[in-house]
């Protein structure tokens, strides 16, 4: 007779998910996401936002703007510093509290972004962490910023 084996389950702790926490942080510390931005992007960037400016989608109607061509949605880029955020440095755990932001320049498809965060204060007291962000195409900034972030610390939780 045959045994199927059947892969175990394995259930991730809080702490195996988590990223960093408030006491593990220091300014100066750092993080990178790059990323291509695509045509697929920017496509299913508009249908999930409802954001479908003829400017990001229809490639005759921003010939004739400033632009010259199709742009990417600012906020697309803008995700990629929740990518960072979210995933790398604070990581899973983190949530936002605040994001000011200033767009530089434009992201056109075939554009690699680089997204660069780094720890600028860290408040104990409040668990309040305050990022600054960078977006850049080269050595061309696109976005810059700074974000204020609610990092846990490392008690356990009933």
């Known amino acids: 007779m045959d045994q199927q084996v059947r892969p175990s389950a394995v259930i991730a702790t809080m702490e195996e998910l988590h990223g960093y926490f408030i006491d593990d942080l220091k300014a100066g510390m750092t993080d990178v996401y790059v990323r291509t931005v695509t045509e697929t992007d920017i496509v299913q960037y508009s249908q999930v936002s409802g954001d479908d400016n003829p400017l990001h989608v229809n490639e005759e109607f921003a010939k004739q703007t400033i632009f010259k061509g ?5 906020m697309l880029t803008c995700g990629h510093i929740s990518a960072v955020l979210g995933t790398k440095l ?18 056109r498809i075939g554009d690699m972004v680089q997204t660069r965060v780094t720890i600028k204060d860290v408040d104990n007291d409040t668990n309040n962490v305050v990022a600054d962000v960078v977006c850049s195409i080269g050595e061309k900034v696109v976005i810059d910023g700074v974000a204020t972030l609610w990092v846990p610390n490392r008690r356990k939780r009933d």
Request: with cysteine.
């Open 70 to 74: 199709r742009i990417a949605h600012g």
């Open 90 to 107: 604070p990581g899973p755990g983190c949530a936002y509290l605040n994001q000011n932001l200033n767009f530089r320049a434009p992201v």
